[in-house]
């Protein structure tokens, strides 16, 4: 019977109380309208930006941009941000090519789009001039098995190389709530009581040469989801509108021009974050790498879910949780010096990522991987050599300066 | 059982081995003392009952070995069956880790684990009277048999040692009856009480108490009132996850009660390893990070009567095999599965289990990680007659604690303390006398969202309808906390009477 009521006329929206509802926030159930959710969905990053002092005026910040929903979204929501609340900062765009044909090659296309679309500078790192090896190529080599290593540890330090040639001071991630939930369980679950420590915050690696930090660290997945969908109807209202004034104005071609070069580049890339809105939720594993079928994160991700389809609060409660977890700080933490080859930053001799690059090159690709003593020692021998002979052919981007 | 079986088979060709092995005891490097020689016999004492250690479950042994201390125990059960209380056992002597290969040690693995908690935290001393919690379940009629096995083997010693100068632990049982929450067949409940009394009854000598009190004794004598009233309260409760998360907490002011009443100074629950896993999950998914620490240890000293958690160590599979083992009865009362958020962690720590047979463990390593309260420890005793007699198997671990100790605030609700940046300061709370927007701000925020009702008119309702042990503890942790406020400031006051005289 209340159906009958309350259907014909619509709900209205719990926060503007004018307009009708048009939807659910993922967030906190609240029935809400388009603007609205707009408005608090990017004035609760804002909040974050400003209570944690993210970043000062005039700092140039390098956006994570992998060409997924949350860096996608991430990019705009940073660059709309700053223009209207004049955060003072230059955003670029810096983007890692693993070299993984079928999965990187084509979010990077929606990268180079939102280059032009969002007006940012875009820099592309790509494992192949960095290492010399793309990820098929590691694949190809090693299997499937702990080729995460290579690419999570490559990774790393491809975005404060790529960040570093931007000179950046700053460097954003897409990470959302849901990721961040997910690491908080899955550490718990390993008993990694010193990640768990660190997990939460929301910067990270201030000590190291480019901190990192997650302006989507209370953002829910789905409201990202809905974010760009959201886009889209206020985009296809105003291309409606813009059409006919377009249309009134036919003397000046010009304007049609700029116009029509407008809207192909902006409703192609609607389009994509559309699919991307769409179909990274219902086709969810379609997305994930195609070398990384990570079951047991999957597990925990699952898990989430469920915990948010019954309480969508859980997920920042495990937030809270993680961050207030009493975990005493007397765990010492590893002398930072630098890398001898590359002079990245490294609690070794070489850091992590030259010790699997020698052990590919060598092609002892089980090396560094692991905790067998023989590795180690197997490691410790090469390096030695290396010192004592220089001959090993260094990384193609050579030493930079952190 | 399985690697029981096989490794038993493995023994049978490789006795021949047996002296070798005795003999290289003494040589692997960790025998610190002369009790080698002492040990050695007592362990080929041992053996004529027990199936051989070799080298080759030497190897499958520190393989299989998961980090906790079963190793350490089984020594020390040893050392203190044979040596009788004998102090040089704190080195640490290879074991053979037999527990894994017949029942027997499969048992005395597990008692073991038991009695490490309880002696090396002090968890029961030789003047206590301990309150078992019993649900009828495999955990805590495994609690109950241990108990009750210790409380013997103490009641012996008494009986043959001359001076009678250390005293047997009395226990008691208690069972809440939970039918006002849920609806149940009456007779068939009380049968099921009925079995738990013939259960209990037989675990004497020496005798045992049995309680059967219901949740709603709580609010006063007069039971049918309280029922309405306990029936009322939960009602207003629409969160599945927090209507039996409040259940749970009423349940241990129940047993508050009932030690308080006739004079318990313990209370031992039959949490096991993956109870308390789920336990974990429980509180971060309901954002009580910080409090966690508090309830996860062996000793919970918050409450008046402090809570013991001896059975921290054991899995329910473990516990649940040593039911059948023994053919310990257990009843299943009316707990029907976990509901809400509870029962979805529930099946989620369960898959983890069976994915990895360590699950459970790793997680509750990983929360003991986190630094616990003050009053995880056992307080100590006044009475300095109980501090002698306990004295010599105490060896108390000692837990990093947080040593700056301003009182502790606790929830008025689940009673988790509360972190200080939460804390808001009363200015005029008189005790007792809070209204339900102030007792709302004395909760956590989790039983804020879960528990108390949003709306005032509803708030005020449930907050009369309370009970009012809950209430006065809203208002002493209130009344705690300004006094700690006006402590830190009392040296920048200039008081009336100062100034007068």
Known sequence: MDIVETKPKGRLCSICNQNRAALKRPKTLEQICKDCFYEVFEEEIHRVIVDNQLFKSGERIAIGASGGKDSTVLAYVMSELNHRHNYGLDLFLLSVDEGITGYRDDSLETVKRNEIQYGLALKVVSYKELYGWTMDEIVKLIGLKNNCTFCGVFRRQALDRGAALLKVDKLVTGHNADDIAETVLLNILRGDIARLSRCTSITTGEDGPIPRCKPFKYTYEKEIVIYPFCCIMVFISCLFFSALLVFSLPHKPCYLFDFIFYAYITSENLNLLFTYAYFKRLDYFSTECIYSPNAYRGFAREFIKDLERIRPRAILDIIKSGEDFRISMYTKMPEQSNCERCGYISSQKWCKACVLLEGLNRGLPKLGIGRSRDLNNEQNKIIKQGNETRSIQSKQCGTLDF | ?501
């Open chain 2, 1 to 501: 059982m399985r690697s029981y079986i096989s490794s038993a088979q493995r023994e049978q060709g490789q006795t021949g081995q047996r002296p070798l092995r005795i003999a290289m005891a003494c040589n692997s490097g960790n025998c610190r003392s002369g009790a080698c020689d002492r040990d050695n016999l007592d362990r080929v004492e041992d053996r004529s009952s027990l199936p051989q250690p070799t080298e080759a479950n030497e190897l499958s042994n520190g393989s299989s070995r998961r980090g906790n201390n079963s190793i350490c125990v089984k020594c020390k059960v040893n050392q203190t069956m044979a040596a009788a209380g004998s102090e040089s056992i704190g080195e640490f002597i290879p074991a053979d880790d037999v527990g894994r290969f017949c029942g027997d040690c499969f048992r005395s693995n597990i008692y073991g684990k038991f009695r490490f908690a309880v002696s090396s935290n002090a968890l029961i001393s030789p003047t206590d009277n301990v309150l078992v919690a019993f649900s009828g379940g495999p955990s805590s009629r495994v609690a109950l048999q241990f108990v009750h096995e210790m409380q013997l083997k103490a009641q012996k010693n008494f009986d043959a040692s001359r001076d009678r100068s250390r005293p047997v632990f009395g226990v008691g049982v208690a069972v809440i009856d939970e039918r006002a929450s849920f609806s149940v067949n009456s007779h068939e409940f009380d049968k099921k009480i009925e079995e738990m009394k013939i259960i209990v009854a037989n675990l004497a000598p020496p005798v045992k108490q049995f309680h059967v009190v219901p949740t709603e004794s709580i609010y006063s004598s007069d039971s049918t009132h309280g029922k309405d009233r306990l029936e009322e309260v939960l009602n207003v409760i629409s969160d599945v996850t927090g209507r039996e998360d409040f259940l749970e907490y009423l349940r241990m002011q129940c047993f508050q009660k009932i030690a308080i009443e006739n004079g318990y100074t313990k209370i031992l629950l039959g949490t096991c390893t993956s109870r308390i896993a789920c336990h974990v999950l429980e509180a971060t998914v309901k954002g009580q990070g910080y409090s966690l620490a508090a309830d996860i240890q062996y000793v919970d000293a918050r409450w008046e009567i402090p809570v013991v958690l001896p059975l921290r160590d054991c899995l329910s599979q473990e516990l649940n095999v040593l039911c059948s083992l023994d053919s310990l009865k257990t009843v299943q009362l009316l707990h029907g599965p976990r509901a809400g958020i509870n029962g979805l962690i529930s099946s989620f720590v369960k898959l983890l289990q069976e994915e990895n047979p360590s699950r459970e463990s790793t997680i509750v390593r990983t929360a003991g990680k986190l630094t616990p309260f003050h009053f995880n420890r056992m307080p100590e005793a006044d009475d300095s007659d109980s501090k002698l007699a306990s004295q010599r198997r105490q060896k108390k671990y000692n837990l990093k604690v947080d040593e700056s100790v301003p009182p502790e605030s606790f929830c008025p609700i689940c009673n988790s303390p509360l972190k200080k940046s939460e804390l808001r300061s009363y200015n005029e709370v008189e005790k007792g006398k809070i209204s339900g927007e102030m007792f709302r701000d004395a909760c956590c925020s989790s039983c804020q969202f879960q528990i108390l009702p949003k709306e005032t008119s509803s708030l005020e309702r449930f907050h009369l309808l309370l009970p009012h042990s809950l209430v006065n503890q809203a208002a002493y942790s209130s009344s705690v906390k300004d006094q700690w406020l006006r402590e830190q400031i009392q040296d920048f006051l200039l008081s009336d009477n100062e100034e007068g005289t």
